[in-house]
């Protein structure tokens, strides 16, 4: 399926609004919600076997139909039984019937399924096959990765919702074996797991997902266990509670963690220091791996031709959305006193876009204006050369941002 075609299924699996959804239906439809499009809709949405295992949240799918159906009548389209049907069933079911039973989840909440369809081009797959052999590198051809998120994006402390950052981070993962692949990885506030999941892809050496929050790890748990047959051995991916507060240097440093990676972790000044102490501790020279992994120089996508010898563990890649510049900053310049090298790498390792049917994440621009949650960025963080980085005394969170050190 290429195209609007596959652009709908994957707009639908991910939950995108039911106005783009309308878009490509009538971009199917030559302009017009026909039969022959709600056939296509019927039987490649909402029968689609991804939808019928993981759901979107009736809701949203009752909003879909309703639109459809009123575009169609208006179109002065006969419009399909099962439309009207399933509109009226999605309606007045409860929202949280097919509600697992989940641990950890002490509030009524609503979950629901959002999938990802990532289309890779052929340079892709090869740099896949590169890494990981071409049986491997053949089940991205249509890879759909699917968490089970919260309709309440405060839920889990934030984790059980699915960030832009995360879903940009989930590319980059995926556009850059020559990093992940081997070597033991780890997340920082990993949230649904997308992006965990993405390293278990990669043939990681080890995953390690941490969270602090009891709620978000128990549906990372459950999100792991979902996606659990397209992660082969040996890769093996584990959870664990760690709150940046509380977090101790014996027990982070015994993770051995090569590359650290985290997304949408910058947004509350007071909980930076925290943050930048946990990555201090994680970047300290004094866990240097050597990896093991032999993996090939890839063939490269655009200009980027990064190999795995040239990225020096330890390492870490944070994508961020910024929605305050000064957040940012504060950020910025709290690791370059931790003793860490800061590189805005936006541009330059700037990952293809393997997810085109989001449309919540702003490619366009590198830094976003003050509260514009849209834009996506990345950073890479690594210990300054010759400089041992040492961990910050336990921070004050009451302090003044000083120079840049990009
Ligand atoms: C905005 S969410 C991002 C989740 C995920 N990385 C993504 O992009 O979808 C922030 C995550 O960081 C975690 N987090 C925030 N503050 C934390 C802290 N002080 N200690 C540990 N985890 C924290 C939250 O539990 C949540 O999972």
Known sequence: MEGAQRQLVASFLAMESPTSILRLVREIG?????????????????KNSVVVKFPPSRGYMSNVLKLLILAAESDQQEVLDEFYDQHVAFLHSSENSGQSALEGFHHFTQRCHKSYLYSFSDDAIVKLANYLGEHQASKFKDLVLTIQVSSNMLEGSTGCYAWPAGIFLSEFILANPAIF???????????????????????????????????????????????????????????????????????????????????????????????????????????????????????????????????????????????????????????????????????????????????????????AKLGDSSSGSGWRLEPVPDKQASPPQMPSVDFEPEGDCR
């Open 181 to 367: 692949s081997g070597r033991l990885c780890l997340e920082v506030g990993a949230g649904a797991g997308l992006s965990t999941i993405c390293l278990g892809l990669l043939n990681a050496s080890k995953v390690i997902a941490t969270d602090g929050n009891r709620s978000t790890l128990a549906n990372l748990k459950h999100n792991v266990a979902i996606n659990a047959t397209l992660l082969e051995e040996p890769t093996s991916v584990e959870l664990h509670e760690l709150l940046w507060e509380s977090a101790s240097e014996k027990a982070v440093k015994g993770f051995g963690a090569e590359i650290i990676v985290g997304a949408d972790l910058i947004y509350d000044v007071s909980c930076i220091p925290y943050l930048v102490r946990l990555l201090a501790m994680l970047l300290s020279r004094g866990m240097k791996h050597e990896s093991s992994c032999q993996g090939k120089n890839s063939s490269a996508y655009g200009h980027e031709y990064i190999s795995h010898t040239d990225v020096v563990p330890p390492i870490a890649y944070i994508a961020t959305v910024i929605r305050n510049v000064e957040t940012m900053d504060i950020f910025v310049s709290s690791a370059c006193q931790a003793g860490l090298l800061v590189e805005d790498v936006t541009d330059t390792m700037r990952p293809p876009i393997f997810l085109p049917q989001i449309t919540g994440i702003d490619r366009t621009r590198r830094h």
């Open 30 to 46: 030559n302009g017009s919600v026909s039969t022959m499009v709600q056939d296509f809709f019927n039987e490649f949405c909402l």
